[in-house]
């Protein structure tokens, strides 16, 4: 009697076991609600899913939450996931994941995009076009591809729309330095589609890392639409495809990354990361202006977002650049983090014409903002004196009295910012130090010419000329100054008109057509 019992105990012991342990192994999920009608299913197979940490913020109009959960295995953590939405102004949303794998550890996750109630689903592919993957001279090649597509999740009374993007699997890599600071990049393992239907019309995206990888991916969703037109849509995968270096197709909740140089540190031909000339939506800005269309205004919101939250995380009032330029690196000995003045100058226009044309208003004027940067500079001595006036360096570092070059593109931007300043606020003192560059870049005359015709690129701290210029960009800026000069109070610089001259004689006598923006500038 007492072994039938005792073998009835353990039976019923077993089961409880088994049963705890099924509950042990299978893991959780947990639903977030998206938008007014859709949402979303986290789950981890055999891993416990744990929110942690939860974060709202305003940021340039938009509202972001930001969700971080810890997995848990058999009771160790084994990785990290996080969940940004980014409500934009105009009611569509961005969605990022972002997995990220422990030491020796291996995860997987699967979310669920579930639209309420869909009748059919559609996708309209922007990857069908065979890609060729050119060579750069600077970068090498870049691997990653266009977006997945765009869904329309249609409704008995609403129609819900989704561009998703590919998914990129990477390992972060830093050098640190002896001063404290560090460079920071990504290696890119491979990209890859991880989404797709299910039976029941949700989108499916499983994400994958081991061992400190990181696996990401982005999502825009709109109740609204995206482009009135195929047309419209056609033309700007066509323009994804051809011009990559002038669009983004790697988003994250900290911005856009892309394809670098080689000459980075930490060192990998498969680097890629935050390039503040990248984060600036300047193309969807344009297409945005010139055609109203709802997605293009999507990566506008969504550029001011990532560059004001660039600048909050690393508590300066401008954007220095976080990795390291080997050449930089060797020629100044100048490492991450740096100013550079060329990057930051556009990103000032950018994001006063990008709040003016989505009628937000801007937190401080960015170009007034960057040229009292510009002053206090030339008040720390960051600049090569000349008989009457001074050049600034192109680059800043803070904490170092090291000078590097001052190249002449670099020099009529700040002009330019300068110029502009006065422009809008009278203030004497943008004029006058818009001057001293000017003198300086008159000091140096005609020594800027080259024997060809062509310009040099830049002058060093001992005032000798080296490199070649862009072919037109530096003839841009000095069409422009002169312009800005007559504007403000018609000033004459003879050695502009000269340097003109001798740029458009030269690329006459490359039989070089004229850049469209010299042409309506010379008009």
Known sequence: ??????????????????????????????????????????????????????????????????????????????????????????????????????????????????????????????????????????????????????????????????????????????????????????????????????????LNIKLRAEDNEISETWSIVSEKGFFRSSVEEKEWIQTLSEKKTETNNWYTSEGPYNKLPWSIEPYTKMGYGRNLGDMQEETALTLYKDKDERFFQDLVYNSLVDLEKYR???????????????????????????YDTRHNEFISYFLDEAYQALDIKQPDNSIIQYADFLIEQTENGKIINTENGHLLTDYFKEGSAIKTHASLNHELGGIKILLHSFLSSGNEEYLFQSQQLLKGIEDLGTDWIRENGDLWY???????????????????????????????????????????????DYLNSKNIEYHPKVKELLE
């Open 1 to 202: 009697m007492f072994r039938k019992k005792a073998i009835i105990g353990i039976f019923i012991f077993g089961v409880l076991l088994s049963a705890g342990g099924y509950w042990f192994l299978k893991g959780n999920s947990l639903l977030l609600q998206l938008g007014n009608h859709s949402k979303l299913e986290i789950s981890s197979p055999f891993t416990k899913v744990k929110e942690i940490d939860k974060t709202t913020e305003k940021i340039a109009g938009s509202k972001e939450i930001s969700r971080t959960y810890v997995l848990v295995r058999f009771g160790m953590r084994v990785g990290y996931i996080n969940i940004t939405t980014r409500q934009l102004p105009n009611g569509d949303f961005f969605l990022f994941h972002k997995l990220r794998a422990l030491e020796n550890k291996s995860i997987e996750t699967n979310s669920s995009l579930i639209v309420n109630n869909p009748q059919k689903v559609d996708l309209i592919p922007w990857n069908e076009t065979e890609v060729s993957h050119t060579h750069h001279k600077n970068f090498g090649t870049d691997p990653t591809t266009n977006p997945v597509g765009r869904y329309t999740f249609q409704t008995k009374s609403e129609e819900i729309q989704l561009v998703q993007g590919k998914t990129f699997l990477t390992t972060e890599m830093k050098k640190e330095y002896d001063t404290g600071n560090e460079s920071i990049i990504r290696e890119l393992v491979r990209e890859q589609n991880a989404s797709s239907l299910s039976k029941g019309h949700s």
């Open 312 to 338: 909050s995380k690393k508590h300066t009032s401008l954007w220095p650049t976080e990795y390291t330029s080997t050449w930089l690196k060797k020629a100044y000995n100048t490492t991450a983090p740096y």
């Open 458 to 504: 830049q002058v060093n701290p001992d005032l000798t000329f080296t490199g070649n210029d862009y072919e037109q960009l530096t003839l841009i800026d000095l069409l422009e100054t002169r312009e800005l000069l007559k504007e403000v109070n018609h000033f004459s610089y003879p050695i502009l008109d000269g340097l003109i001259d001798s740029k458009l």
